[in-house]
């Protein structure tokens, strides 16, 4: 069964450094709490706010050993007014036999404001 994690992240500043740390972190919660491995990941999508372009998050993932074949995407978030600024957002396709209830979505930092019903 194909199935969707979801997960964002925010970050103080438009920084390189800060941007992959905030990511790199967002997937190991995602890669931990899922169990994911990556044989088993179709493609992750990113995306960031307008405010942030001082790097691809794509990039953190390919500090993660294992990863390298991956198919990776990044864009930019539609511009909503009053939306959560500087924020960054995953989607991971993946295979799993997990029923869609037991996914493990993941939002930290100011982004638990998105989706609170999601986080415990």
């Given at each position: 069964?194909?199935r969707g994690i979801r997960g964002a992240t925010t970050?103080?500043?438009?920084?390189?450094?800060?941007i992959l740390q905030a990511t790199e972190?967002?997937?190991?919660?995602?890669?931990?709490?899922?169990?994911?491995?990556?044989?088993?990941?179709?493609?992750?999508?990113?995306?960031?706010?307008?405010?942030?372009?001082?790097?691809?998050?794509?990039?953190?993932?390919?500090?993660?050993?294992?990863?390298?074949?991956?198919?990776?995407?990044?864009?930019?978030?539609?511009?909503?007014?009053?939306?959560?600024?500087?924020?960054?957002?995953?989607?991971?396709?993946?295979?799993?036999?997990?029923?869609?209830?037991?996914?493990?979505?993941?939002?930290?930092?100011?982004?638990?404001?998105?989706?609170?019903?999601?986080?415990?």
């Amino acid at each position: 069964m194909l199935r969707g994690i979801r997960g964002a992240t925010t970050v103080a500043n438009n920084d390189k450094e800060e941007i992959l740390q905030a990511t790199e972190e967002l997937l190991h919660q995602v890669i931990e709490q899922n169990n994911v491995i990556p044989e088993h990941v179709a493609s992750i999508q990113f995306t960031m706010t307008n405010d942030l372009n001082a790097v691809f998050p794509a990039e953190a993932v390919r500090a993660l050993k294992g990863w390298m074949h991956v198919p990776l995407l990044c864009s930019s978030e539609i511009a909503v007014e009053g939306a959560l600024p500087l924020c960054i957002r995953v989607l991971m396709t993946v295979n799993t036999e997990v029923n869609q209830n037991e996914i493990q979505h993941v939002y930290l930092e100011k982004a638990i404001a998105l989706r609170p019903d999601l986080v415990s």
